[in-house]
């Protein structure tokens, strides 16, 4: 009887209702969208770190995990560890920003390249032919309507669209290592150095023996894998601090929504809880009143929320699938909604207490 | 109980705090009725019926004196006792019927078993005084839809329908034509008269309290009269 209490409540003011469902939803689809749009950039690099079929990585001096940008290492390292015991290949690339944090584009030796990765898969067009060309992924091309003869801006410079492949291996954007270098100044420069070890060796041990050598001191070296596993939300700085700040706003809107909307419903309801009253209805009766129809409206604020961020979801797929690679984490479902819900039951506390101090002849008064 | 009676008062008093004057709202009342009485109360305005209405009904404790309905002294209850005392002891019937408008007329009387603590469905035997009501065929709507008459006797089926020991009518026809008085008058006096109901009604008409075994008039706190 009491669900049918609170449903014919939510039920009987449809638009109160349904604003303050949207309104609870909106942090839920916050909190979604963050975590998604982070699980989906980390995920999305470590694909494409494991795309390029190296067994291992060489980072700058003091570089961190996820810095991706710039040149400070000298191309001179890339012979110097293809020499190294064990290691089969080295290929060295230029990683820069090219559209914000989230698109990247990079500076290979296509023939090295190539020879490490097992080759790009090419949708339309080829390799490099000029030292202007650029290749394109599947992703980039879509979202900014380009076929293989076409002139992107990227860096300030025009470039000639060679060739678009699959989406999947180091970045949206490929450029010619020597003429990046050139256009942004960062001549005999490199960001890191790719290497694949000598069939048979133990990818662990290269590691170690690179590491231990006295002239890469200081220089992170990682396996692959242990790089692509580096690439995390706990490794992102400020990335957990930030998503507990949208939790917190996500509690602090559930809360005022809630408090308000109810607030006015007990108003609105003074002579209804009197009658609940004058009927013999406890204390805690009114308050459980009032705190289930805060939770059927943080309910539906959660459902609302999921729905939303699907939205958000298919939004950023067709309009920008190149910039933010965003996932539906499935996991922080229960995570979101509960936030919400213990905003809009906390929210629901205070005009449920008075409501439930409600003296019942005042109440049975009240019009 | 004391000598059949089901309600007992002695001395009572009642004062409430306006800003900072109190204010006597009954000034030493002295009533007994006896189990299955209707009893109707007359009075102006401000003479004390709603405040002597609301103590015996457990809504607000006495300032002092003594009240038993049954054998529950309510002058020494706490504000949880008297609400489990609403729950079974008490029914009322509200001039501007107070039902709640969201839900169904049905509803409007399951919930008052629900809040006993009793299936919210009515005993089959409730039937027949939903007969008597003339409102078994309304059950299924809102307030809203029902007429003035309708929905003071779907608050009597409401007030009537956990078994209390007294029914509480404040003003029952105040907000009725003549014909919907009549009518709810006459449930009144038929559920007095068949199942031995105790009433205690508040009015202003002197031709419905006629409707009572007696009448008590009050003025300024005190009752002045018992015919």
Redesign the interface.
């Known amino acids: 009887m009491t669900g049918k209490l609170v449903f014919e409540n939510i039920k009987h003011k449809p638009m109160r209702s349904l604003l303050s469902i949207l309104l609870i939803g909106v942090p839920v689809t916050l909190i979604l969208c963050l975590v998604g749009l982070s699980y989906g950039i980390i995920g999305d690099s470590q694909n494409r770190t494991r795309g390029i079929g190296a067994d291992i990585v060489l980072r700058p001096k003091n570089s961190s995990y996820l810095s991706a940008s710039g040149a400070p290492m000298p191309q001179q390292m890339v012979a110097f560890l293809a020499r190294q015991p064990g290691v089969k290949m080295a290929t060295g690339v230029v990683n820069l920003m090219a559209e914000g944090v989230t698109l990247g584009a990079a500076g290979i030796n296509f023939d090295e390249f190539n020879a490490m990765s097992g080759g790009f898969k090419f949708l339309s067009g080829g390799p490099f032919q000029r030292p202007d060309d650029v290749i394109i992924d599947d992703f980039y091309a879509n979202q900014k309507k380009k076929k293989v003869g076409d002139t992107i801006k990227v860096l300030n410079v025009d470039w000639h669209v060679s060739g678009i492949i699959q989406s999947g291996m180091l970045a949206h954007i490929v450029m010619p290592i020597t003429t990046m270098q050139e256009k942004t100044g960062n001549i005999g420069k490199i960001s890191q150095v790719y290497m694949k070890v000598v069939p048979g060796a133990k990818v662990s041990d290269v590691v170690e023996s690179l590491r231990n050598n006295p002239d890469l001191q200081d220089y992170p070296v990682f396996s692959i894998e242990e790089f692509a596993s580096l690439l995390s939300i706990g490794n992102v700085p400020g990335l957990q601090p930030f998503i507990i700040v949208i939790m917190g706003i996500g509690v602090v809107i559930g809360f005022a929504v809630v408090c308000l909307s109810m607030y006015m419903a007990v108003l609105q309801r003074t002579r209804e809880i009197g009658i609940l009253k004058s009927l013999g209805g406890s204390k805690s009766f009114i308050l459980q009143v009032i705190l289930s129809e805060a939770l059927l409206l943080g309910i539906g604020g959660t459902i609302l929320g999921i729905l939303m961020s699907y939205g958000a979801y298919w939004l950023i797929k067709t309009l920008v699938p190149a910039s933010l690679p965003m996932v539906i984490v499935y996991e922080w479902w229960p995570i979101a909604g509960g936030i919400t819900i213990v905003g809009a039951l906390l929210g629901s506390l205070y005009p449920g207490l008075t409501a439930a101090a409600h003296d019942p002849i005042e109440a049975l008064a009240y019009e | 109980m004391n000598n059949g009676n089901i309600i007992q008062v002695r001395d009572l008093r009642k004062v409430y705090r306006v800003g900072k004057v109190d204010v006597p709202a009954l000034r030493g009342v002295d009533l007994a009725v006896k189990k299955g009485e209707f009893l109707s109360i007359v009075g102006p305005s401000g003479s004390g019926k709603s405040t002597l209405f ?1 103590i015996i ?1 457990a ?2 404790p006495p300032t002092s004196g003594e009240v038993h309905v049954g054998d529950q002294d309510l002058s020494k209850m706490s504000d ?1 006792d008297r ?6 002891t008490v029914g ?1 019937v ?1 001039q501007k019927f ?6 169904t007329a049905r ?1 409007n009387i ?3 078993r ?3 603590g009793m299936d ?1 469905k009515p005993e089959p035997e409730f039937e027949e005084i939903l007969k008597v009501l003339k409102i078994g065929h309304r059950l299924d709507h809102k307030p809203s839809e029902l007429s003035g008459g309708e929905q003071q006797r779907v608050a009597i089926a ?1 007030a009537i329908v956990n078994h209390p020991a007294i029914l509480l009518a404040d003003e029952p026809t105040g907000n009725l034509d003549t014909e919907n008085s009549a009518a709810v008058l006459e449930v009144l006096r038929d559920l007095n008269q068949r199942l031995g109901q105790t009433i205690l009604m508040i009015t202003h008409n002197p031709e419905a309290a006629a409707y009572g075994h007696s009448t008590v008039r009050m003025r300024d706190g005190r009752i002045t009269d018992r015919t």
Do not use: E, Q, S, V
């Not at chain 2, 609400?83 to 079974?88: C, D, F, G, H, V």
């Open positions: 609301h009904g809504l607000t949880a609400t489990n005392m609403r729950k079974r009322f509200f107070n039902l709640l408008p969201n839900l509803d399951g919930i008052a629900y809040i006993a919210a409401r």
